[in-house]
């Protein structure tokens, strides 16, 4: 699907990939807090935001099931999943990705996942 603002335009590079692996800057990691992260998603949720599918149907708006979050340890979920329900938003963590990953509409994410491997953050 497409990303669409409020006023149904498209969003200039809508997926967020945030890699911490080695990052020690205090300015870099303030950006990518679970508050901030929750507080993003939440703002798409609260100004409406729109996903279009399907060229033949109408968008729709965005829903919290609509996000994925990637981390790499359990550990790392639970201060999101605190901060995204302060926010009523609703979160769920899955151990095993690959399972997770395997319908249609996750092959992109899976792609990414396993090309992910390979990156390193040079902040």
């Known amino acids: 699907g497409e990303l669409l603002n409020p006023n149904g335009t498209p969003v200039e590079d809508p997926l967020k990939v945030v890699l911490l692996h080695g990052v020690t800057s205090k300015t870099a990691l303030a950006n990518v807090t679970p508050a901030s992260c929750a507080k993003h998603i939440a703002q798409l949720l609260h100004d409406k935001y729109l996903i279009k599918e399907k060229e033949d149907k109408a968008p729709r708006l965005v829903k919290p099931s609509d996000f994925a979050i990637l981390v790499t340890r359990k550990k ?12 009523n938003i ?25 090309s992910c491997k390979r990156w390193s953050y040079d902040g």
Request: a positive charge.
């Open 76 to 87: 790392y979920f639970a201060p999101l999943q605190r901060e995204l329900n302060k926010l």
């Open 90 to 114: 609703p979160a769920q963590y899955f151990d095993d990705i690959k399972s997770k990953l395997t319908a249609p509409h996750s092959k992109k994410i899976n792609k990414w996942y396993n």
